[in-house]
């Protein structure tokens, strides 16, 4: 019974910390999200330096997500980050498509 109950633990502690990696990434992702949003916004109200601001946030956001998820290459994981990705390479294109 001992073997079991070691079993048990190991397998818990695992999904302990896949739910806490999960949460944090949503939580960035949620951040992320929000700085691409403000980055498109200043796009559209022609402040650049408000732009770059939110864009920067946004690609450093996007590193420490990427670093955080990194142990836990599963898809769910997997597509918080690229739904994220996504929301910056929306933001750049709004910037390119406005300062042309």
Known sequence: MHKLEQITDSIRKT???RTSA??????????????????????????????????????????????SLAAYPDSFLRRIHTGCLKGICRSERHLRLNSE
């Open 22 to 67: 999960r949460d944090q990434a949503l939580a960035q992702a949620r951040q992320l999200t929000r700085a691409c949003s403000l980055a498109i916004r200043a796009v559209h109200r022609e402040e650049a330096d408000v732009m770059n601001a939110h864009l920067q946030e946004a690609r450093q956001l996007a590193d420490t997500l990427r670093a």
């Open 15 to 17: 999904f302990d910390a």
